[in-house]
């Protein structure tokens, strides 16, 4: 039995007075995740341990079957992986968007909806003007870059952009973290204190806007009234983590891949010892490229053990509190990507289980990633399928796997 997931990144939501009350999967009824829920099992999972972020490099992490407690160090390291930087044990590696700021408030997470070409530009200025021996800028994909300093100190608080639209930006500048006291924090192997890490981001912060409001880039996109990529945004950032194969981790998993736009995913991938597929036209965004998704998984599977798709748009949607985008982008998932894997999946000889689900909930109300279970469809040729026959937040209550914890989904998938 092969496997392959299919997750939604955000795709799960609240009720929606626009929509009669509804959830958007109640209101959308995506016709294939419809036909797996009526044809499988379904549950709803708790993919965040208590006391971590509702992020996606924690849910997805836990998703793939792995112990947050003895892994996690943030979201700077594993997309270091996946843009091939190789951190050594004195490096800091924390996420840097480049968002935008308006009237002292972040207006958006994400620049503008900056694209990579344009975010190259301004990656390399930023390093030319405040990169140094100790710091160091690197590219990634579309905002999300990474910001290394060497030395710097992981215990520290930062505010994800994400969460905090529409809010004063001055408040939520990085601050050493009060809740750890060990005096030894301040001197592990040599790094700065926590205090000098958070100085030295709030620094580059402050310089990086002085900077980039000079920029031509930010100057055309002034004078034609559009959104500027007007300041940086580190969060999340931590040491080299020690991860285990996903191979090690399961017997049952001889070889995977992971099929991805965002750096987040494809560095969580690396470091599980997935196959990094890289889909031309994968854009993180609505308008990725689900056919070549669909294509490169279906590609995968005739290879590989287990397939890991990640589609981000729902997501970057929520975020955006843009309803009508979402839906459209959950009717895409369905239709352009789940339909033809689904399709190719009954021409194969090999059986293969089929698993689809969000990592968290991103509600466009509220625009932000929240700490809540999300409904999930196991399905295989074979299965006894349950009472339940919708796939939205509460009809899957009432499936057969019940409200399943962290590592429990994957162990429950390996199972089959």
Same mark, same amino acid.
């Given at each position: ?16 007075? $626009? ?17 797996l ?5 379904t ?8 006391g !971590? ?28 992986a ?54 160091? !800028?690197? =590219? ?29 930006? $001055? ?46 880039y ?8 559009? $959104? ?25 998993v ?8 965002? @750096? ?5 991938g690396?470091?599980a ?9 994968? =854009?993180?965004?609505?308008?990725t ?14 290879? @590989?053990? !287990?397939v !890991? ?12 509190? @843009?309803?009508?985008l ?6 895409y ?29 991103t ?39 019940g ?8 162990n429950?998938l390996?199972k089959?």
């Amino acid at each position: 039995m092969k496997h392959i997931i299919i997750l939604g990144d955000g795709m799960a939501d609240h009720p929606v007075a $626009r929509l009669g009350d509804k959830t958007l999967l109640q209101y959308a009824r995506p016709q294939y995740m419809e036909q797996l829920a009526k044809e499988g099992r379904t549950g709803r999972l708790i993919t965040v341990p208590e006391g !971590f972020p509702p992020g996606s490099e924690v849910a997805n992490t836990a998703i793939l079957g792995y112990d947050l407690n003895k892994v996690y160090e943030g979201r700077g390291p594993l997309e270091a992986a996946s843009i091939g930087y190789e951190m050594t044990d004195d490096d800091f590696a924390i996420r840097c968007n480049i968002i935008t700021l308006e009237d002292g408030k972040i207006i958006t997470h994400n620049g503008g909806n900056l694209e990579t070409d344009d975010a190259r530009i301004l990656i390399e200025y930023l390093n030319e003007h405040l990169g140094s021996d100790r710091v160091k !800028f690197i =590219t990634g994909i579309q905002y999300r870059h990474l910001l290394v300093i060497k030395g710097g100190n992981k215990h520290i608080v930062c505010a994800p952009p994400h969460d905090h639209p529409n809010e004063p930006w $001055r408040p939520l500048l990085v601050k050493p973290d009060d809740t750890v006291c060990c005096d030894s924090v301040s001197t592990e192997k040599g790094r700065m204190t926590p205090q000098e890490t958070a100085d030295l981001i709030n620094d580059l912060i402050l310089r990086s806007q002085e900077l980039l409001a000079k920029h031509p880039y930010n100057i055309a996109k002034a004078e034609k009234g559009e $959104r500027q990529a007007n300041s940086i945004w580190p969060w999340s950032g931590g040491y080299r983590p020690s991860m285990q194969t996903l191979m090690a981790q399961y017997p049952q998993v001889k070889s995977g891949s992971v099929i991805s736009a965002v @750096d987040l995913i494809q560095g969580i991938g690396r470091y599980a010892g997935l196959r990094i597929i890289k889909v031309p036209g994968a =854009t993180g965004l609505a308008n990725t490229n689900y056919e070549g998704k669909a294509e490169a998984a279906i590609d995968a599977l005739r290879t @590989d053990d !287990f397939v !890991f798709v990640h589609v981000e748009a729902t997501d970057e949607a929520g975020h955006d509190g @843009d309803l009508d985008l979402k839906l459209k982008a959950i009717d895409y998932l369905d239709k352009r990507l789940i339909k033809p894997i689904l399709e190719a999946i009954y021409e194969m000889d090999e059986d293969v289980c089929v698993a689809v689900l969000p990592d968290h909930p991103t509600p466009v109300e509220m625009r932000i990633h929240v700490n809540e279970p999300v409904p999930f469809i196991i399905w295989h040729k074979g299965i006894v399928p349950d009472e339940v026959q919708h796939y939205d937040e509460e009809s899957c209550v009432n499936g057969s796997y019940g409200l399943l914890r962290l590592n429990e989904f994957m162990n429950e998938l390996m199972k089959i």
